[in-house]
């Protein structure tokens, strides 16, 4: 029997490898190699510059299998000045470990890696441990999960259920997990009218005054009072801009931008649709011509409260003494893209530092959660 695999030592190697997205920089080759040495099938599924990595130990098509999905590639690390450590030293100190990626999310990838190696060594399941490892997840996720999902359904591969393990809880470990997300969508609006100048408005078609009164519109709109599981949709105005530097020029044309976060009474095409109605009733009623681009990073989604969750929460109850609440909450995750796979849902480290300069994560959260990991695996397959 091999010893077990130090959850916190391969989290300060996966740190060091400077995979901001999408170089893979080494991350995707040593997770390969440990688990191989498990006993792992692993296989490079590399899509459009990106890296990416399936392994699965037991046989294709075996009666059961439980997937674990997750992201090397981190965000970068702006001005290095800024940082007391190294960003990609993976400095312990005061009870942390400290680094780009250390909480979003190389500590997760590495909980969950040295859980199922430990596993499948020293009680090989009845059926197959999927991990599922991208490099694309902080970028436009285009050939990250996506891809692994794609080779999957080519390759008759499959996960019955799968956990994501993104940070979940805000301020304590073990506090929430996610089953399910909203919705994600942005849409650009151009206007143009005609120029002139600010003396004879009448001789110019103004756009800005179109603009701002369709964006004082989408404002102000309801779009719902959230649902069961999900907190009302918002609708956030994010830039207006006319690039116009003179005060004496009426520009002829100027843009606006907003974002919207939806809960699952709605579809991304049905507020497309609601947008489109706003545009035409202002574009009717200024004569300036409205333009709309839309893209839909996402749909909202849920996991319904059940076998996975029940299985998760129990495990997070035996090793913490607490029962994870049931969230919906936070932006986007790869969740999106395996929800049409199989149910998911997502638990993992407290996200306080992710993204931010000196980024870091408690050394004993890591063997916590491998601790949690491990534990759903054994239960999983009893």
Known sequence: MSDPVDPVDLTARLVRCASVTPAEGGALVLLADLLTD???DCTR???GGVANLYARWGHKGA????????HTDVVPIGNPDDWTVDPFGADIRDGFLWGRGATDMKSGVAAFAAAACDFVRDTPPDGAVILAITGDEEGDAQDGTTALLDWMA???????DCLVGEPTSPNHMGEAMKIGRRGSMTAWFTFTGQQGHSAYPHRAKNPLPAMARLMDRLALASLDDGTDHFDASTLAVVTMDTGNPATNVIPAS????????????HTGTALTDWLQAHLDAVAQDTGIAIAMTVKISGESFLTPPGPL???????????????????TSGGTSDARFVKDHCPVVEF??????????DEKVPVQDIHTLKA?????????FA
């Not at 080519?154 to 019955?160: D, I, K, L, N, W």
């Not at 993992?348 to 300069?357: I, R, S």
């Open 309 to 327: 969750s029940d299985l998760i929460g129990r495990a997070v109850q035996a090793e913490l003494g607490r029962t994870p609440e049931l969230s």
């Open 154 to 160: 080519a390759h008759g591969e499959a996960m019955t």
């Open 45 to 47: 599924v590399d899509r």
């Open 348 to 357: 993992g480290l407290v996200g306080k530092t992710m993204h931010q300069v």
């Open 254 to 265: 100027c843009r606006a931008t907003v974002n919207i976060r939806f809960n699952d009474s």
């Open 38 to 40: 498990a006993g792992f």
């Open 372 to 380: 949690i990991y491990g534990r759903i695996l054994r239960d999983y």
């Open 63 to 70: 009666n059961r299998s439980f997937g674990f999905n997750g």
